[in-house]
């Protein structure tokens, strides 16, 4: 049956529900007299005083930002006791649903998607309001190739900050970890523009190379890397980006604040400086042809304006048409089958793992090939491999549904390597595996279980907050553990008590509040986790 929605919302007809959050519903509507589709957002989470002044601060922010590489804001209203938003319709979608559609983004795209994200920012820094949410699900794309700035749900003004505590308190990270910088962890409320610099920097990595620098799980092991600044250059992935966007994301994304862009007008300057080289025109065709298409597009190689286009268009056209074939086949693994099998032997790898507890698990794994020469272990080019799940086939080649079992079997696309001595290389997110191997004439299969029944011991990071007036009262509060049909203490459980791959129940208990309880799926790999109860006062 089709959702049901109101017909009518203050004077907005409604069209239909787009879709639902954990704070309220969004609407497509019509604006009465603009006679234009728009989208009003509801928020129906009540008695959050905080939630409510941040819904109210992000509409009283978009009235202030008029530039039309931010989302407009035509209206907001209560009624009912509930708040709206009404705004601008922008008929696309999100600029993470294009990455994960298209893997990775051509760096012309890639750099005109930032150039007008500088445009939104420069507005907004000019005004002092930090965004500090800046990825690319904020990032919004029309089928006309317009890119917009959205969602400034938890952006700051330094000066009302200071005045309402409430809405950012210090210690507390607001933000999406994957994208925030050092600083954000720590004190969210201290942020300036160059965290939102640093965000747009993860950004453009992730669009250039189709991977995040830094896992999206947050652990310490994690955090340390993005404080220090740890992680594969771009250019180690793919030699083909440009040096430009290399070194812009290398600038945007140091760790040390003072030692990035101080603000966006130098990015904007690198980049137009870069674009002017080509078509604008042709490449936000090419991205509304990507926006508008159901599946992944191939993008046309994007020329210099300077050269000759018609000879060069031709060239391309025909090199990509081969170089296609031909990738296919070489990838594919036809002809090392076939015209170099007399070279080349195919090495397949079965690894088992715990089954993830979690769908869409953010834990990589992949393999890689050495070259066993007793000296220099040299890696085999085009052999980095990525580990997926097994899946049995009928003979119809339907994929068969299968019950959940306690491990898995994981599998890479064959490689195909010389005879000889090689060493393979296994790196599940902090755990890693070695193996030496001799390649003869026969099909060979290496099956590695290291990780079968791996756990980890948890670590758990409670607190407690008062939800009327934000305050701590973790010390206060008592924190159990449903352990063996019975609930004992955090406090008391010893180390190896608790370990990941399992659900765990977690209570809340502070004299004056109702309870809370948690109910929590850890993956296997996950050893720690941090609570933070926000207790209501018991009634009266």
């Avoid at 029944?453 to 990071?461: E, H, K, S």
Wanted: proline share 6%; with cysteine; aromatic share 10%.
């Amino acid at each position: 049956m089709p959702e049901s929605f109101p017909p009518m919302i203050g004077k907005y007809k409604i069209l239909g529900v787009i879709a639902h959050g954990g704070m309220g519903v969004v609407y497509k509507a019509e604006h009465p007299s603009l006679k234009r589709f728009v989208v009003i957002k509801k928020m129906t989470a009540r008695g959050n005083n905080a939630n409510a002044e941040r819904f109210k601060r992000e509409a009283q922010i978009l009235l202030d930002l008029q530039s039309s590489y931010i989302v407009h804001l035509f209206d907001y209203f209560t009624e009912g006791g509930y708040r709206y938003m009404v705004e601008e319709l922008v008929d696309g979608f999100a600029l993470d649903k294009l990455i994960a559609r298209q893997k990775v983004l051509p760096p012309e795209i890639a750099l005109l998607v930032v150039q007008d994200a500088c445009y939104a920012l420069k507005c907004a820094h000019n005004k002092g309001i930090i965004h500090r949410d800046i990825k690319p699900g904020n990032i919004l794309i029309s089928k006309r190739a317009e890119i917009k700035l959205a969602d400034f749900g938890i952006a700051g003004e330094k000066e009302k900050e200071a005045d309402e505590p409430s809405l950012t308190r210090t210690g507390i990270a607001l933000g999406t970890p994957a994208y925030m910088p050092p600083e954000q962890y720590e004190n969210c409320s201290k942020v300036d523009q160059r965290a939102d610099i640093y965000a747009l920097g993860v950004m453009l990595y992730e669009m250039t190379t189709g991977a995040k620098p830094f896992p999206g799980t947050l652990s310490m092991e994690t955090l340390n890397r993005i404080r220090k600044g740890k992680y594969i250059p771009p250019q180690k992935i793919d030699r083909t980006i440009p040096s430009v966007a290399c070194s812009l994301i290398k600038k945007m994304m140091r760790p040390n604040p003072r030692r990035r862009f101080q603000s966006v007008d130098p990015i904007i300057r690198i980049v137009q400086r870069y674009l002017k080289h080509y078509d604008i025109h042709e490449i936000r065709v090419q991205l509304a042809k990507a926006i508008i298409s159901p599946k992944a597009v191939v993008f046309s190689g994007f020329v210099p304006k300077d050269l000759t286009r018609r000879k060069v268009r031709r060239a391309v056209s025909m090199t990509a048409a081969a170089a296609a074939a031909f990738a296919v086949l070489w990838y594919g693994g036809f002809i090392h089958r076939t015209i170099l099998r007399s070279l080349f032997t195919p090495v397949d790898v079965q690894m088992q793992m715990p089954a993830s507890a979690l769908e869409g698990s953010d834990l990589p794994v992949r393999a890689f090939f050495f070259g066993n020469d007793g000296n220099d272990i040299p890696e085999i080019a085009g052999s980095r491999r990525i580990f997926t799940e097994q899946r049995e086939k009928p003979a119809g080649g339907v994929t068969v549904s299968r019950p959940a079992a306690k491990v898995r079997t994981y599998t890479i696309k064959t490689v195909f390597l010389k005879p000889g001595d090689y060493r393979i290389k296994v790196v599940a997110g902090p755990y890693v595996w070695w193996k030496s191997f001799t390649v003869a004439k026969k099909n060979q299969l290496i099956q590695c279980d290291f990780l079968k029944g791996a756990r980890r011991p948890l670590t758990v990071r409670p607190h407690a907050y008062d939800a009327a007036t934000g305050d701590d009262i973790t010390l206060k509060t008592a924190f159990s553990v449903l352990y063996n049909g019975s609930w004992r203490l955090l406090s008391d459980m010893e180390n190896d008590m608790m370990i990941s791959g399992t659900v765990w129940k977690i209570k809340a208990s502070c004299p004056g509040y109702n309870d809370e309880l948690f109910s929590l799926l850890l993956d296997w790999y996950q050893d720690e986790l941090f609570i933070s109860a926000n207790l209501t006062h018991t009634a009266q």
